[in-house]
């Protein structure tokens, strides 16, 4: 009996070793102009640490003069103090310093990205680095949108920030050998439209420097587009032809494949917010019908054409809203207020996200922002931070332990329209209950 425990504990370790070794990050990106919300304000106090492998602070800027970090010379906030102060408790958290974001556009990221200008590059890893270490952040995500983007950035920006990625790589490996501390994590976002990826960057030149790349898999629309959308959509639909055929996470993934992105580094963006249209015609509302413009903006968010996740939930529950699932997208939408619609993520179409991120073997999620998430659990009824958990669950979940959830079989995504090079795989499965 004693032998047979022995065996069946080596078996089991032995299947650990082997089953187990896959770990997946889920990233959990803090705004910190959540804090100053005069409704439903979010700070450090609210964030579960549990829920996440790494935390993304936004958002600090380039100072352009001295090639510093932005208020570098001031004290850190109170609520980033806090958050950097959590992992003397939860000891495997990173603590990420987001530089740049979509408001500031080129804004001190210009001037360390003049190709001409390799001293500032310098300057600005050195400064870097000091800045980090003195406040304990483990590394830096680089939200540059976009280099070299007509309009946005000027087009020399291109080329120089795979020069400054791969000086600050180099910086981040040489002070890693000399403070003997380990080494600085170095992320950047990435483009997630197919047609921009090979306009913004020299993609074989920054892939083997970043740690990870934070494909902005939400938004995967025009901006001036007149149709209802799911904007982080899995699938395409069949009808989507052109350009729109490739606005979906999986076109997406398959072009950073094609170009020599390395599927372990690529971590998947998730909305934590849904966008939203005003119909032209309320009995014509199935994804791709037309649309007059953005619907109103939400109470406490109040963006035109956004609600966040808590925001929708309050929505769904009026008794003339109806939610519907669409099985090429795979994502939910909303129609409500007569004449209103929102495509958007739930549990469910986190969970087929997270199905993919496993089959197609990327490293993970992260979800913008987690000030959108119902995170006090409030308005959903789905307990406290319902996506974020949603997640977490799938990710960490291990497939081989159980019975009940079974690999049946691996059938061949069908790449629409001849733009997707290379094809993705998806899983089939039998659906099990999130906790
Ligand atoms: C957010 O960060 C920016 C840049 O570091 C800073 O100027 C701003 O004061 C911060 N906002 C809050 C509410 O702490
Ligand atoms: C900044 O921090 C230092 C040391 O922690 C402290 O002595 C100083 O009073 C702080 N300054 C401000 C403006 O909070
Ligand atoms: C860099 O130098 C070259 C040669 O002097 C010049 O043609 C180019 O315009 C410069 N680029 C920038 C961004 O200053
Ligand atoms: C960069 O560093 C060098 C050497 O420390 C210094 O002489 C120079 O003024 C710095 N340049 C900028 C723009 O900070
Ligand atoms: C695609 O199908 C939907 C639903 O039938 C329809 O509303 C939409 O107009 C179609 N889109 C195009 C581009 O034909
Ligand atoms: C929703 O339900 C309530 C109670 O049943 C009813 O009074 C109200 O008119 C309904 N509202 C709409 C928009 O149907
Ligand atoms: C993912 O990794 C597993 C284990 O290494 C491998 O068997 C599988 O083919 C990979 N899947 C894809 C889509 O690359």
């Known amino acids: ?85 959590s992992k003397i408790k939860y000891k495997n958290l990173k603590i990420i310093l987001t530089i740049g974001s979509y408001d500031t556009k080129s ?3 210009e001037s360390v990205t003049n190709p001409n200008d390799t001293q500032a590059m310098l300057n600005f890893s050195n400064n870097l680095v000091a800045y980090l270490r003195k406040f304990n952040f483990d590394g830096v995500l680089l939200d540059y949108e976009f280099p070299g983007m007509v309009n946005r950035a000027p087009l020399f920006t291109k080329e120089g920030f795979s020069l400054l990625i791969r000086k600050l790589k180099r910086k981040f490996k040489e002070e890693s050998i000399i403070s003997e501390k380990t080494e600085l994590i170095l992320m950047s976002t990435m483009a997630a439209r197919v047609d921009w990826i090979n306009k913004f960057y020299e993609i074989d030149k920054i892939i083997s420097y970043l740690d990870y790349m934070l ?16 904007t982080s959509a899995l699938f395409p639909k069949a009808n989507e032809t ?35 249209y005003e119909l032209t015609d309320s009995l014509d509302n199935m994804p791709g019908a037309l649309a007059k413009g953005p619907g109103l903006p939400g109470l406490i968010t109040d963006e035109t054409g ?22 090429s997208n795979l994502g939910p939408y909303l129609v409500y207020d007569e004449k209103y619609w929102i495509g958007y993520e739930d549990m469910d179409s986190v969970y087929e996200k997270m199905l993919f991120i496993k089959a197609n073997n990327l490293s993970g999620a992260f979800l913008w922002s987690i000030d959108l ?9 789905q307990g406290k ?7 977490r669950s799938e990710l960490t979940f291990n497939d081989y332990e159980t019975n009940d959830f079974l690999i049946n079989s691996i059938t061949h995504f069908t790449c629409s329209q001849g733009r997707v090079v290379q094809c993705l795989q998806k899983e089939l499965y039998k659906p099990h209950d999130k906790d």
């Not at 956004?306 to 099985?327: G, H, M, P, R, T």
């Open 1 to 85: 009996m004693a032998k047979q425990n022995y065996q069946l504990a080596l078996i089991t370790l032995f299947l650990s070793i082997i089953f187990k070794a896959r770990c997946y990050v889920y990233m959990c990106w803090y705004v910190n102009w959540s804090e100053l919300r005069p409704i439903r304000p979010f700070s450090a106090d609210q964030i579960d640490y549990d829920l996440c492998t790494h935390i993304l602070y936004s958002a600090a800027v380039i100072d352009p003069k001295t090639l510093t970090i932005a208020f570098m010379q001031q004290n850190v906030s109170e609520n980033l103090e806090k958050i950097l102060n």
């Open 107 to 109: 804004y001190g990221f």
């Open 215 to 230: 494909l902005l898999t939400y938004d995967l629309k025009r901006s001036s587009e007149k149709r209802t959308r799911i």
């Open 242 to 276: 052109g350009i729109y055929s490739t606005f979906n996470i999986a076109s997406v993934v398959a072009k950073y494949l094609t170009e020599g992105a390395k599927a372990n580094k690529m971590v998947i963006g998730i909305p934590a917010y849904g966008r939203s």
């Open 306 to 327: 956004v609600l966040s996740y808590f925001e929708i939930c309050d929505k769904a529950q009026k008794n003339d809203s109806k939610k519907f699932w669409d099985e």
């Open 373 to 381: 998430d119902d995170f006090d659990g409030k308005h959903c009824s």
């Open 385 to 391: 931070y319902p996506l974020l958990k949603a997640i």
